[in-house]
């Protein structure tokens, strides 16, 4: 997906926010947003928000000299989410369906705020999940390419939230899938890199590697040729979050988004409602590229 | 009021506004927003939102070809306010604190999505402004320091509102002081000109001037010297809304401003909340400069 001239002003603002996490001085601050400012009005109108991203949070790490801003914030998500994991994994095994309450945990991880905000309640998430369809209406033909599909793909998007993807590549483990996770080559944003792999145990069930880049969504421009094989080579390729959808919605391949809209961009490029979440099956390339269609299906 | 950095997002934002009210190229949109990021890139430090705000609204106006894009809006705003003018000035007169009711009205004009927004109910934002108090305790001091003036500089803020100030305005002249009224040096965003004056009848009332600046909001330092000599020589000015604030709010003098506070840095500048009606005093400048202070008085 291309950027829209709407995420512009959004990239100031997340440059500001990754900036104050960062650090608390205010020079700071406006130095990454006066050099984001310099790199958007040199932006490529073909570029995509996740390239935007890595050069933000690139410019945080390095002016704010702090390597990896969200540390804390990715620890407290895994903690949070490892201490649901036992209720998880007994609602998955007692579920008439345990693919699609897999599915439906992995998607109510997909949540912004999940350990900074003190406000937020992950449990109320994952209940208002389960309560409700995914949209769109590709969970059937998900299942079925998942019985035939040997090699997943599973790229990941946030720590925290990597505890419920574990949940679904445990649950496609058991159906006989070989699983690869993919994370993020280094810290960039609350996204999850293989120290969280490890912290949270999903090397128990899947082969971890990372995409090679430090951007917050996965791209194949690019991503490291040892990614590239295994994107190639996977019989499925499940893409979690919307900097995954980003990056990756103009691609071929037998490839599925599970996300949580966060943003009024993503949103229209799906043809869904902020807040919704969602199941798409890649499209056809040579039916008008992009992901977008009408949400009432 | 000098810039905060987040106000840097929101220039974004109000350029991307302002441009879609002034044509439907796309392409023309995203080249004015990357031309405003290129202006943020460069902005100082010291700089107000005032001033950034006549780069914004210059770029739009030269890049789309577009000499006044908030023309038609502006038109609808001062209709729509005139239909209600016979009934204000009733409450007014039927006022037990005729005074008091004028400036609360004159308040609650001073919204944004004045005439633009279809949904926006005009009169129950009358009806809310006169059943609430103002924010602050200025009040008395304003009609204490009204009753001790003779020359009255008004400086207005949009169109549509600008009705609202007229219905104040006869109230400050009906107390035998000369109003003169400040409108801006020509189109920027939905602001008041001397074309709105004349069409809601204000120099029936006052003798209507211009800051001669295209900003949207007024400065000092770049104001024609006819306004300046009317700033100085003023026993009274009200300064009307957010952009009078940004430009006014360090300079020293018998100065009033009233508004609604519709963003978080002009409310944390002044120390109220989003949505408040302030009636607020230039503090003395010894006392830590911005006008800023508690809002719990």
Do not use: W
């Amino acid at each position: 997906m291309k950027a829209y001239v709407d995420c512009y002003p959004c990239f100031l603002r997340q440059a500001l926010e990754a900036a104050r996490m960062a650090t608390d001085d205010e020079g700071i601050h406006r130095r990454v947003l006066q050099h984001v400012a310099a790199l958007i009005a040199e932006f490529p109108p073909e570029a995509t928000p996740v390239e935007m991203g890595e050069g933000i949070h690139r410019a945080v790490r390095e002016m704010s000299a702090s390597p990896d801003p969200y540390r804390e914030v990715k620890r407290e998500s895994n903690d949070l989410a490892l201490s649901l994991y036992p209720e998880l994994r007994e609602m998955v095994k007692g579920s008439p369906d345990p693919l699609l309450t897999a599915i439906k945990i992995a998607a109510a991880g997909n949540v912004a705020d999940f350990g900074a905000n003190p406000g937020f309640d992950l449990e109320r998430s994952v209940r208002e999940a389960l309560a409700h369809d995914l949209v769109g209406s590709d969970f059937p033909l998900f299942r079925s390419r998942l019985r035939e599909a040997r090699r997943i793909l599973y790229v990941g998007d946030n720590a925290g939230e990597i505890v419920f993807d574990k949940i679904l590549v445990e649950e496609m483990v058991g159906r006989g899938a070989e699983v690869t996770f993919v994370v993020r080559g280094g810290p960039v944003l609350n996204d999850a890199t293989s120290e969280d792999a490890r912290y949270v145990g999903m090397d128990e069930f899947a082969e971890v590697i990372t995409s090679g880049t430090l951007s917050p969504g996965t791209a194949l421009r690019n991503a490291d040729p040892a990614f590239l094989d295994r994107f190639n080579g996977a019989d499925l390729v499940l893409a979690k979050g919307q900097g995954n959808y980003e990056g990756l919605s103009d691609e071929p391949g037998p490839l599925f988004f599970l996300l949580t809209v966060k943003c009024a961009v993503v949103a229209r490029d799906l043809g869904v409602r902020i807040g919704e979440r969602v199941l798409r099956a890649q499209r056809d390339r040579g039916r008008g590229g992009g992901g977008r269609r009408s949400g009432s299906e």
